[in-house]
């Protein structure tokens, strides 16, 4: 057997030693001391080419580049999510400074659920990890195509929220189907916004999935797409609670499935997301994918209980999968004529939002104006309510902003007044501009 490439890998560690939900959590900082305990016992450090880094401290201008956080960003995180999210910016710095082939953010709070408009934390997030190193590389490191592939078990629904208008950024999350499991979304049909149709893929598995599914869907849909897409870069959310053995999910996929995967995917950048059997599965799953990202042998990375046999997954689920990856490519293939049918001659499409934050117990109701544009992914406009009795108003430029949408933009803005609103935003990813009135 030939010997894979190695490549020099950078890990970046944020328990989180202050920040719980609640003391017995499932997200809690646990999550994150038996990796670390594992990383030594194996060894991982002594490899030449796995390097340990410090993380970053995330700012409130890097927030405000992927969210609009009500009233504003510092009311909505804490120290720690500005470390979690500081360590995903460090393994950036170190991937596109050349100073490592690939990094591996094993950061806590985690972030996908996340959307662009904050009113709180749902579903253990509070900011979008993922999004604002992306925007931090956008803004430091010039514009690029990335994507996004989310391998938690819940659907990435906050991620998808943030870039469902930008042809520019790939979001493709494979999860238990909604159906089964919170959030309740991430069907085939959520394909992405009038200017970005295809640029939002989900592939929903049913519970009992195996590595073989997983596989599956990875050679038959992920794979293929993001030939085609051609990213700059790949990013790895990297959720972990499709194992066998966590407690809030229904899924079968084991260390060596997740090494696998990641060997094939071969990602730039991984952030850790969910994953909550803390001893069971997150040191094993962990060092199979650290290994795996160094070009290193992860054939001997085994969970103690491992049984393949009693894992397998039956007939019909290989049968539903086959059906549905040919279901997602049938879409991807038809993404171009989907837009005529879309849109037809309509200048705004509106598409209305009800949003509910699981873990402050807050409701929203929100209405997202696109203008339709053939040359950037738009210029939006979010009317955000919430049960708090707080209303907000934000006018988003995108990246690569077009001239037309930057001048409708900035006269809405312009001529926008409080009013019934609380504030008033402007976004301006092109730029890096914020601005609240």
């Known amino acids: 057997m030939p010997l894979k490439p190695q490549k020099r890998t950078g890990l970046i560690f944020f328990p989180a030693f202050d920040w719980a939900i609640s003391p017995n959590h499932p997200e809690r900082e646990e999550r994150?001391?038996?990796?670390?305990?594992?990383?030594?016992?194996?060894?991982?450090?002594?490899?030449?080419?796995?390097?340990?880094?410090?993380?970053?401290?995330?700012?409130?201008?890097?927030?405000?580049?992927?969210?609009?956080?009500?009233?504003?960003?510092?009311?909505?995180?804490?120290?720690?999510?500005?470390?979690?999210?500081?360590?995903?910016i460090t393994a950036a710095d170190k991937v596109l400074s050349g100073e490592v082939d690939n990094a591996f953010a094993l950061v806590r709070p985690p972030?996908?659920?996340?959307?662009?408009?904050?009113?709180?934390?749902?579903?253990?997030?509070?900011?979008?990890?993922?999004?604002?190193?992306?925007?931090?590389?956008?803004?430091?490191?010039?514009?690029?195509?990335?994507?996004?592939?989310?391998?938690?078990?819940?659907?990435?629904?906050?991620?998808?929220?943030?870039?469902?208008?930008?042809?520019?950024?790939?979001c493709i999350s494979i999860h238990q189907d909604g159906r089964t499991l919170y959030p309740g979304t991430g069907?085939?049909?959520?394909?992405?916004?009038?200017?970005?149709?295809?640029?939002?893929?989900?592939?929903?598995?049913?519970?009992?999935?195996?590595?073989?599914?997983?596989?599956?869907?990875?050679d038959r849909v992920i794979l293929p797409v993001l030939e085609e897409f051609k990213p700059d870069l790949i990013i790895?959310?990297?959720?972990?609670?499709?194992?066998?053995?966590?407690?809030?999910?229904?899924?079968?996929?084991?260390?060596?499935?997740?090494a696998l995967l990641n060997e094939k995917l071969a990602p730039d950048i991984a952030v850790l997301e969910g994953g909550y059997s803390i001893e069971k599965a997150l040191p094993y799953v962990n060092v199979g994918i650290i290994l795996a990202m160094a070009g290193l042998d992860y054939s001997?990375?085994?969970?103690?209980?491992?049984?393949?046999?009693?894992?397998?997954?039956?007939?019909d689920i290989t049968k539903a999968i086959e059906e549905e990856t040919g279901r997602v490519m049938d879409l991807w293939r038809s993404r171009h004529e989907m837009k005529a049918a879309m849109v037809g001659a309509a200048r705004y499409v509106k598409r209305k939002k009800f949003i509910y934050y699981?873990?402050?117990?807050?409701?929203?109701?929100?209405?997202?104006?696109?203008?339709?544009?053939?040359?950037?992914?738009?210029?939006?406009?979010?009317?955000?309510?919430?049960?708090?009795?707080?209303?907000?108003?934000?006018?988003?430029?995108?990246?690569?902003?077009?001239?037309?949408?930057?001048?409708?933009?900035?006269?809405?803005?312009?001529?926008?007044?409080?009013?019934?609103h609380n504030r008033i935003y402007f976004q301006d990813r092109e730029r890096g501009v914020f601005l609240v009135k």
């Open 32 to 88: 994150l001391l038996y990796t670390q305990d594992q990383v030594f016992e194996e060894g991982l450090l002594d490899f030449d080419n796995i390097h340990e880094y410090k993380p970053g401290i995330a700012t409130a201008d890097d927030i405000n580049r992927a969210h609009i956080c009500v009233p504003d960003a510092e009311s909505v995180v804490t120290e720690s999510h500005l470390i979690s999210a500081g360590g995903a």
């Open 300 to 315: 001997h990375v085994r969970e103690p209980d491992y049984d393949p046999v009693s894992l397998r997954q039956s007939a």
């Open 111 to 170: 972030g996908h659920h996340a959307m662009l408009v904050v009113h709180g934390a749902r579903g253990f997030c509070n900011v979008n990890i993922e999004a604002i190193m992306i925007e931090y590389i956008r803004r430091h490191y010039g514009p690029k195509r990335i994507a996004i592939v989310d391998t938690d078990c819940h659907h990435g629904d906050g991620t998808q929220d943030i870039y469902w208008n930008d042809p520019d950024t790939l």
């Open 187 to 218: 069907f085939p049909e959520e394909f992405g916004g009038p200017n970005a149709l295809g640029a939002t893929i989900n592939l929903p598995l049913p519970p009992h999935t195996s590595d073989e599914g997983f596989l599956m869907a990875l």
């Open 358 to 420: 699981d873990t402050d117990g807050i409701s929203e109701q929100q209405e997202e104006t696109v203008r339709v544009c053939d040359a950037c992914g738009g210029l939006v406009m979010i009317e955000s309510s919430a049960d708090t009795g707080i209303r907000i108003f934000a006018v988003i430029l995108p990246g690569r902003c077009c001239p037309e949408c930057r001048s409708h933009g900035e006269i809405f803005y312009d001529k926008t007044n409080r009013g019934k």
């Open 236 to 258: 790895n959310s990297a959720g972990q609670d499709n194992h066998y053995t966590d407690p809030i999910t229904n899924m079968r996929f084991s260390a060596q499935g997740y």
